[in-house]
């Protein structure tokens, strides 16, 4: 039988796994659910999806939702989305097609091509691809310099190397294919880094940007995890035209992948204003000073009435597919 208010529903927080974002993965699993209690709801379980019990203790929990707080592969790619669609347990955020379509870049990109969301140029190579002095000659011709190598399938910027020179490019694939099967080379856009938070199903809406500081090269993975108020700015500074359009282009790619519940969209703003696309991320990180709900709170979205949303955005969706 239906229950009538929300927290009734008995959740299972799956957070943990393989990932090299396994940590940060049982950090957002862990505010998940203080968070979750917070909001009302009574029954809430933790479960570490690398656990020997963890298939047996989701199976026979009689969970009605599960609240996915994992980063990576096996859990941001739809593999935990798939197991979860077998045993017909609701759960946050995006679906199978849409999670792992996000999180193969270049696959991504095509879309983004596709709803007319411009991106950087790039080129995808094999993890094992053998980088000699004439083809990391015609990849800098083809993408100048600086150039990003990143893995095609990873988070929170793992393998990722800022290249300056020509003669780093073959290291730079190396230590990119050893995160996944494919890399991805690219052009590197100047201008203002950003992340725009989208929230909802099929009427989804952006939250304010985030303006990213970090006095780094990069955003990676170290300056990440350090305190927010080191590296965010809210609302980003921005002119009202960039601004707004950088919104729009967010909402249009988490439509345009699929996206359920939420997703992150980075972007680098140009000179001239034109927001490009990085990429969209399908389970932000779901810690209070994550880049999501840090955004959210200054929406007036406080995080347990944000956690208790996404359970409430599942459920829709669950509803919506059985009509």
């Known amino acids: 039988m239906e229950k009538t208010d929300v927290t009734q529903y008995k959740i299972a927080v799956l957070a943990g ?5 396994r940590e940060i993965s049982l950090q957002s699993g862990k505010a998940c659910e203080k968070a979750l209690r917070s909001a009302g709801f009574e029954n809430v379980d933790f479960l570490d999806v690398a656990a020997d019990d963890f298939v047996t203790s989701l199976a026979n929990g009689g ?3 599960a609240f996915v707080a994992m980063h990576g592969r096996y859990g941001e790619d739809g593999c935990i989305q798939g197991m ?5 347990i609701p759960y946050t955020f995006s679906g199978v097609l849409a999670s792992a379509t996000g999180t193969e870049k270049e696959v991504a990109k095509s879309i983004y091509r596709s709803a007319g969301i411009p991106v950087p140029e790039g080129v995808d190579v094999a993890c ?5 002095d004439e083809t990391a000659k015609k ?8 150039i990003f190598v990143k893995p095609a399938a990873n988070g929170s910027s793992y393998g990722v190397t800022r290249v300056t020179k020509a003669g780093e490019i073959a290291a730079a694939v190396k230590k990119a294919g050893a995160e996944g099967d494919r890399v991805l080379v690219e052009s590197c856009i100047e201008g203002t880094e950003i992340s725009v938070p989208v929230i909802g199903n099929e009427d989804a809406r952006a939250l304010p940007i985030i303006e990213i500081v970090t006095g780094a090269d990069f955003y990676d993975s170290k300056v990440k995890y350090e305190p927010s108020a080191l590296h965010h700015v809210i609302p980003a500074r921005l002119p009202e035209g960039p601004y707004k359009k950088a919104q729009e282009l967010a909402v249009r790619a988490h439509k345009a992948l699929g996206c359920l519940g939420a997703s992150r969209s980075d972007f680098i703003v140009k ?4 927001p490009v696309i990085l990429e969209t991320n399908t389970i932000p990180g779901m810690t209070e000073s994550s880049l999501l709900p840090d955004s959210a709170r200054h929406d007036g979205i406080e995080f347990p009435q944000l956690c208790r949303m996404f359970v409430e955005f599942a459920l829709e969706a669950r509803a919506e597919d059985k009509e």
């Open 63 to 65: 969970y009605d939702v």
């Open 139 to 146: 990849l800098v011709e083809q993408l100048g310099l600086p």
């Open 128 to 132: 094992d691809a053998e980088i000699d």
């Open 271 to 274: 000179a001239d204003g034109t």
């Open 17 to 21: 796994g393989w990932s090299d974002e």
């Open 84 to 88: 979860l669609e077998i045993m017909h």
